[in-house]
């Protein structure tokens, strides 16, 4: 699985849209990028996935360069209850297994 | 409505015991894993079992053995339990249709080995 890389911590103030970047050159063409949360004492949860085209669901929207070499999550609105750790995490359809990073802690800040 | 659950949610146990952790999904899912996160935080799979076989066994010591009873059910029984086994363990389970990768995790079971 490819690797990926994200900034350890990032501060969002409340109501403003919250961009998280995930670094993954070395991404294969089969190779999906998925973002999952952890709020703290709670397991983890999926928030998107994509592999060239952007996505968005209600949680959240997500970018990736057209070179696939990066991503963005984007959440629109940051509340005081999506303080967590986000992980951006390439894993290839089918492998069944998540390789988690150790993501980046984003604190939303009223 | 609880999709993913799991008991006991807190496990405090001596070393050298034998203990076991269930798991229970409702959401009609064919696949189960379970996952450790260490005191770190890292976070890695152990398992996974796809119709109650095992696809994923991630170099996990023997006295860790998953059981499957149905696909609805994904158990953990650890043997001869060690200070290095202290951790949260979440199980996790996917659906058949879609990506395998898109996973819903169990609330933990925080286990303290002393």
């Known amino acids: 699985d490819a690797k990926t890389t994200q900034p350890p911590s990032m501060d969002c103030a409340e109501g403003r849209a919250a961009n998280l970047p995930c670094n993954h050159s070395?991404?294969?063409?089969?190779?999906?990028v998925y973002w999952y949360r952890q709020i703290h004492s709670q397991g983890p949860q999926y928030i998107i996935h994509g592999l060239k085209n952007n996505e968005t669901n209600e949680m959240a929207s997500l970018i990736i360069t057209e070179d696939r070499k990066s991503s963005t999550l984007i959440l629109p609105h940051a509340t005081l209850r999506d303080t967590a750790v986000y992980y951006c995490?390439?894993?290839?359809?089918?492998?069944?297994?998540?390789?988690f990073g150790q993501g980046t802690r984003l604190t939303i800040n009223p | 409505d609880t999709a993913v659950s799991q008991t006991p949610k807190y496990l405090v146990t001596q070393m050298g015991n034998d203990k076991s952790i269930k798991c229970e999904q409702n959401?009609?899912?064919?696949?189960m894993y379970w996952y450790k996160q260490d005191s770190k935080k890292f976070l890695k799979i152990m398992f996974s079992?796809?119709?109650?076989?095992?696809?994923i066994n991630e170099t996990v010591p023997n006295r860790f053995s998953p059981k499957s009873p149905d696909k609805a059910h994904l158990n953990l029984h650890i043997n001869s339990l060690e200070l290095g086994d202290s951790a949260v363990y979440f199980c996790a389970s996917s659906p058949m249709a879609g990506p395998r990768e898109t996973q819903y995790f169990g609330p933990g079971t925080r286990l303290l080995v002393l």
């Open positions: 070395t991404i294969s063409g089969n190779e999906y």
């Open positions: 079992y796809n119709n109650k076989e095992l696809i």
């Open positions: 995490i390439v894993s290839a359809q089918g492998a069944q297994k998540l390789v």
């Open positions: 959401l009609g899912h064919d696949t």
